[in-house]
């Protein structure tokens, strides 16, 4: 027998950060599999952020709901609004061949939501959006897993690196923090910053632009950016963005910092 729920938002603060709670709820009452679990979380970040915060900006009373469906290995969630009309994979895809100087920071949110889902549609039903996204568990089997929702950063020094790890989530609730975080480093004299993944949950785009804008920065100095730690659904976005290619990537601490 199918599972699932359904939960309606409106436009305030905050309403990402609890639809996403609720997903992680459900994934881990179903003992759903942690990639697909962390890969829905970064998809759900990007399509609820862009609609709440712009699709329904200055709409009183604007509404989001979000239903998902489970059926054996098929999960469907499906996002329906009452904005203006939007079909939010009109748009080409982004140049992920592009160097750190080059890149625009930004644009990568439907670009991980196509290749995170095994199917996406949008139509305008009346005077609503509608986008559905299909996405297949690999085996059909569950497995027990833990999550966090919250972030925590510290920050230490190694030799001449500074090295910032970050914990938690980094999404578009969580990036204005570990984007303060970061500048801070940055203003204080770092050149040599090794950020470290390994207790970190998952990244969306919003935690891209941060990474991208921190490897600017530091570039503009004459120095560099390096990531270690990265668990399977973080290095997934970094691959599909192109993230692994213009930006230092290593598995443990002590590659990083040779």
Do not use: C
Request: glycine letters at 12%; a negative charge.
């Amino acid at each position: 027998m199918p599972q699932g729920f359904r939960m309606t938002m409106g436009a305030e603060s905050g309403e990402v950060a609890r639809a996403s709670a609720a997903w992680a709820d459900f994934a881990a009452a179903q003992a759903l599999p942690a990639g697909v679990r962390r890969s829905m979380n970064v998809v759900l970040d990007e399509l609820l952020a862009n609609t709440l915060s712009h699709g329904l900006a200055g709409r009183a009373g604007g509404r989001v709901t979000m239903e998902v469906q489970l059926d054996g290995d098929r999960l469907v969630v499906t996002l329906t609004d009452d904005g203006a009309p939007f079909d939010p994979f009109g748009r080409a895809a982004p140049d992920t061949t592009l160097s750190v100087e080059d890149r625009p920071i930004g644009g990568l949110g439907i670009h991980l939501v196509r290749q995170l889902v095994d199917h996406v549609s949008y139509i305008r039903d009346g005077d609503q959006n509608v986008v559905v996204l299909t996405k297949h568990l690999a085996d059909g089997t569950h497995e027990h897993h833990s999550g966090g929702r919250l972030m925590e950063i510290t920050t230490r020094t190694q030799g001449d690196y500074t090295i910032v790890a970050i914990a938690g989530n980094l999404d578009s609730m969580t990036s204005p923090q570990a984007q303060q975080a970061l500048d801070g480093v940055v203003a204080g004299g770092a050149t040599k910053v090794a950020v470290d993944f390994t207790t970190l949950d998952y990244i969306s785009s919003a935690g891209l632009r941060v990474m991208l804008g921190t490897a600017k920065q530091l570039m503009a100095k004459g120095g560099a950016l390096k990531t270690f730690g990265l668990n399977q659904t973080v290095r997934e976005v970094f691959d599909i963005s192109g993230f692994s290619t213009i930006l230092a990537v290593h598995a443990t601490e002590a590659e990083a910092l040779k």
